[in-house]
């Protein structure tokens, strides 16, 4: 995902781009850009990298003295950006991208904003358009030519094209809408209209910041906040025609919509809520960007070696290593039975893993040789604190995966793993457990890196899998129904099973303990290979069972399992990217995702049950964020 601004009115327009786009860079880094109207044309600037390449290209195209500024000046030195040596005027309207790279390499043809083939349109785009090669097909067949690899380039092109029929520039980008299928938020400026931005929006966020001084468009709240706090919250398939003095918002059928802005209030929590009705919500669909800064600056391809700075263990630590123990409660402990099966097969070293709650009284058997690996979201858990001390006082190497880099376990720690999920508010965690098992995946191919314990090609290969999972987990967060309706038929159920083997089985652990915490419906997780040894007992007509299948080594031994269950007329619920026809006699829903290797499946089979567990929990009418008994930290033993 890639975070967009833009903005119309009489301020300084890039002081405006360049600070929203900063706000935003957590949501990309391979390139930044932005276009601006000058009156007589649109100016476009991009530059590969950073967004400070984007800065030093934009200062070359300034009144001379503001780019000799720098550092603590800069803020100041952002108003001389307004007027560029090519236009005789003021620029008042413009757009700005920052981007994280899915269609096209990382390069400066391939950077936002994109522009039609006459420079009528340009636009910046946050999502996937999925049927843009036929969409681009259909152009190229009518004479248009693509400079770019990307997927947004055919939007610039297509509402070009709209153009030729009509000479309303909202009528034009909604033509163009309706021929789209997938996610988009966009901003959009014309070379005819130099006096209204366009902004539009499905499944992917965008806000409209209004102030007496011009109105805004961004991804996220943090890029406008020092310039108003009224927000319009766009819904999908509403477009908005935003001029200095007004706003004007229609649906895709032109019909003009009437919605009140918002006060964003101080509160962080409040601010971060982004118009969803839960917080839980909102951090499941801000896991593709969670997965992205986890691995900012740590994963650049999948040529190049994993960078850890933080974890302080070379190849002598490794090669006296006799175990690894991992330590952790709740949520976290099914991240870390993730862990351990990825270490092992990654590196070959054996790994224990034990609630801190119970390693705590027990022997802690632990040296010089053995590495400690403390798992928490807060960085606070007593029990895992705890734990961490005690194997540190035996000579434990201690490392720590936690969300908060300033909290206490993190300064206890010998070696730090920060996961970067950002503020999670909800009780029930999401994006940080997929943000702990990602960061597994960098730790375990670190350690084989290494250790020298996978052949070059193999962790190439694996590399490039994780580059993918942030579009393919956008996939199933653009294509909810059949979790949707699935929840609706079972939201009454009285209990819940989750089977899995292997690598998913934590995922089965996982996908109960969600249920369990919103919805208070009794969920429990097993190895499939255990349900005929007693919880087969359990199933009837009223049980619904969740088979997690992917392909792989145990795939057949979950669908045999899948088979003994559906036998005892469990109702059955499958989670899967297999296209098998033996699902269709076995399971009553059949929720997909996409295609990976079955060692990176974990990530991609957990979102569809973190989405199943809200959609009960809320059928139900439970709160869903702040469920009873339940600490988002827990500070005691």
Not at 539 to 568: C, F, H, Q, W
Request: negative net charge; glycine residues 6%.
């Amino acid at each position: 995902m890639c975070g967009i601004v833009g903005y119309v009115g009489s301020e300084p327009l890039i002081s405006y781009l360049l600070s929203g786009l900063s706000k935003l860079e957590y949501r990309g880094y391979d390139s930044a850009g932005v276009a601006v109207h000058t009156g007589d044309s649109i100016k476009i600037f991009k530059a590969q990298g950073k967004l400070d390449n984007l800065k030093n290209i934009l200062r070359d195209k300034c009144e001379a003295g503001v780019k000799t500024l720098s550092g603590d000046a800069q803020g100041a030195a952002m108003q001389g950006f307004n007027s560029f040596k090519t236009s005789e005027e003021k620029a008042k309207i413009g757009i700005g991208h920052i981007r994280w790279a899915t269609h096209g390499i990382p390069n400066e043809i391939n950077a936002h904003p994109h522009v039609s083939p006459e420079s009528k349109v340009a636009l910046v785009h946050n999502g996937i358009i999925e049927n843009y090669k036929e969409i681009k097909e259909e152009l190229i067949a009518k004479g248009f030519e693509f400079k770019s690899q990307t997927d947004t380039e055919v939007i610039a092109h297509l509402v070009e094209d709209c153009l030729r029929n009509t000479n309303n520039f909202g009528q034009a980008l909604r033509c163009a809408l309706k021929k789209l299928d997938g996610a988009y938020a966009l901003g959009v400026i014309f070379m005819d209209d130099p006096d209204t931005l366009y902004a539009a929006k499905k499944s992917a966020p965008l806000i409209i910041g209004l102030s007496d001084k011009g109105n805004y468009i961004a991804s996220d709240i943090p890029a406008i906040l020092e310039y108003t706090k009224k927000v319009i919250y766009l819904d999908d398939f509403e477009i908005a025609e935003i001029k200095e003095n007004s706003v004007k918002i229609f649906d895709i059928e032109g019909n003009k919509i009437d919605k009140k802005y918002e006060i964003v209030p101080w509160e962080p929590v409040s601010v971060n809520k982004m118009g969803y009705k839960h917080f839980m919500l909102k951090e499941i669909h801000e896991q593709p960007d969670v997965i992205r800064q986890t691995l900012f600056n740590r994963l650049i391809c999948s040529s190049e070696p994993i960078k850890l700075d933080e974890v302080k263990l070379t190849a002598e630590n490794l090669k006296n290593l006799d175990r690894i123990q991992i330590i952790a409660c709740g949520t976290s402990l099914h991240a870390a039975l993730i862990g351990k099966y990825l270490i092992e097969e990654f590196i070959g070293i054996p790994v224990e893993v034990e609630a801190s709650s119970e390693y705590i009284y027990k022997r802690v058997i632990s040296n010089s040789n053995s590495l400690t690996i403390g798992v928490s979201q807060s960085g606070e858990t007593a029990d895992t604190i705890t734990a961490i001390k005690l194997a540190k006082e035996k000579g434990s190497h201690v490392l720590v995966v936690t969300n908060r880099p300033d909290s206490t376990m993190a300064r206890l720690a010998d070696s730090l793993l920060p996961i970067n999920a950002g503020f999670e508010v909800s009780v029930a965690a999401t994006k940080s457990y997929t943000a702990q098992v990602l960061a597994f995946y960098l730790l375990a191919l670190k350690l084989a890196e290494v250790n020298g314990s996978l052949p070059s090609e193999k962790l190439e290969e694996y590399k490039k899998q994780l580059l993918q999972l942030p579009q393919k987990v956008e996939m199933i967060l653009n294509n909810k129904k059949e979790i949707h309706a699935c929840a609706i038929k079972f939201h009454n159920a009285k209990n819940f099973i989750f089977v899995a083997r292997g690598i998913n089985y934590p995922v089965a652990l996982e996908g109960a303990l969600k249920l369990k915490e919103i919805s208070y419906i009794n969920a429990t997780g097993y190895p499939a290979g255990e349900l005929k040894h007693g919880p087969i007992a359990m199933l009837d007509e009223t049980m619904p069972v969740v088979s997690i299948l992917t392909p792989g080594k145990v795939y057949e031994k979950v669908l045999s399992n899948s088979e003994e269950s559906k036998a005892r007329e469990a109702r059955m619920i499958a989670i899967t990217s297999v296209n098998d026809s033996k699902l269709d006699s076995i399971f009553e829903y059949i929720i997909k995702i996409p295609q990976t290797d079955e060692l990176f499946s974990p990530i991609l089979t957990t979102i569809p049950l973190q989405l199943l567990a809200y959609y009960i929990a809320e059928f139900l009418g439970k709160d869903v964020d702040q469920p009873r008994n339940l600490a988002k930290s827990v500070t005691v033993e």
